[in-house]
């Protein structure tokens, strides 16, 4: 596998299989990022009166154009956690209603929805599915058990954090719109990782992040709102773009309300293109499907190491993509793995228990090599017979 290892900006001493997390951002598109930063620096007053809106104007029709949107209808906010916020808060859920999401969902953001189902007397229905998942419109069948006459909102993960499974987003939004049930979904891991087409993937709400599988600096991403819907979605945090004191920013209604929110650093933002750029330069298609490879052979050595079968499909080879886990054997201490993986091995991989399930995430990036993925088999080989011997 031919590495961007040098592009990115990661300790050498370290095997980074983590990318999922908090995601790394590579050097040219940092560089930009520190650029506007210094820009910004430099003429504080003339950037955000005069140059800010314009460059976010530019930064946010790159993005759509990768997204498959239009631009007035994505804003960039700092993160995901940031969208489902502003969605949660904004939708107008009455008593009784209903936010039905699946048992795989990233814990923040299920704090968002618990929080403001409470205040207004709605319930969120955690709805469980077969998992591994062997058959999708099986798990729809699933998921729709939790349906009930109240569910007004269908909100889940694109690829989800503790499993790391990309979910059938276009059969659950069919099936949601058919019921007239609102869509929300959590695209945490998706931008870079998956192509989307918010244009045809069926969705009402989209919320994702930048800084990760796209590599943007840390805290860029973006919400994205189907046109009829956007007058609902009022602002987390009111500020000149929406009120009696309205400035026009010569934007549409839904973009004033939310692009500005208080002076901020926007470099993070303003630096998306440069991130599509570097993706267009390095084949991005090519790096994600060299990834995948490495992934999945991985799975396949852990797999052999640890006794346990794969949790995706073979029959469904999109289920995953540069992000996967492994099941580890049922008395597996997390933490101790964890802790040894890191101070012992020098890999820095998240290791948890998902559901009483042990469990070890695998992120796969552009700059991960063979060598890299072959340390990992190797350290677990070693932990796991380690962990064997001590119990005999
Ligand atoms: C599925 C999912 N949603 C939301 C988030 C939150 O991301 P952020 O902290 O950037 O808001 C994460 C973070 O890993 C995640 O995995």
């Not at 209903?98 to 923040?108: C, F, N």
């Not at 207004?120 to 939790?146: K, S």
């Amino acid at each position: 596998m031919n590495s961007l290892r040098d592009y990115f900006q990661l300790d050498p001493d370290i095997v980074f299989l983590n990318h999922g997390s908090y995601g790394a951002t590579p050097r040219p598109v940092f560089d930009v990022y520190q650029e506007w930063q210094r820009r910004i620096e430099r003429q504080p007053v003339r950037f955000f009166q005069e140059e800010a809106f314009p460059a976010l104007c530019t930064a946010r029709t790159a993005l759509a154009a990768y997204v498959g949107a239009r631009p007035e209808d994505l804003v960039f906010v700092h993160n995901a956690t940031f969208g489902v916020n502003v969605v949660a808060h904004a939708l107008n859920l009455q008593p009784g209603d209903e936010v039905l999401t699946t048992t795989h969902e990233y814990g923040a953001c299920s704090n968002a929805w618990e929080t403001v189902c409470a205040a207004r007397g709605a319930r969120y229905v955690r709805q469980p599915f077969t998992w591994p998942v062997h058959d999708e419109a099986q798990l729809v069948e699933e998921l729709w058990q939790g349906v009930t006459p109240r569910t007004k909102v269908l909100y889940f993960s694109h690829i989800t954090s503790p499993t790391a499974l990309t979910l059938p987003v276009a059969m659950l939004c069919r099936r949601a719109r058919a019921a007239g049930i609102l869509t929300v979904i959590d695209g945490a891991h998706a931008p870079g990782q998956v192509e989307i087409d918010l244009a045809t993937l069926g969705a009402d709400i989209y919320t994702g992040n930048l800084h990760k599988w796209f590599c943007a600096p840390k805290g860029a991403g973006f919400l994205w709102v189907r046109a009829e819907l956007q007058p609902q979605i009022t602002p987390l945090v009111v500020s000149w773009g929406y009120g009696p004191e309205r400035v026009h920013f010569e934007e549409n209604d839904f973009i004033s309300a939310h692009q500005w929110q208080g002076t901020d650093d926007i470099s993070a933002y303003l630096s998306a293109p440069a991130a599509i750029a570097f993706q267009a330069e390095h084949d991005w298609p090519a790096v994600r499907r060299q990834c995948h490879v490495l992934l999945s052979e991985t799975l396949r050595e852990l797999s052999t190491i640890t006794g346990k079968p794969a949790p995706y499909s073979v029959l469904a080879p999109q289920q995953f993509h540069q992000m996967a886990v492994a099941l580890l054997p049922a008395q597996t201490d997390v933490a101790a793995l964890k802790q040894r993986l890191y101070r012992e091995h020098r890999i820095e991989i998240p290791c948890f228990a998902w559901q009483g399930q042990p469990l070890l995430r695998i992120s796969v990036q552009g700059y991960n090599t063979a060598a890299d993925l072959a340390r990992l088999t190797a350290a677990v080989q070693y932990e796991l017979t380690a962990i064997a011997q001590q119990r005999i």
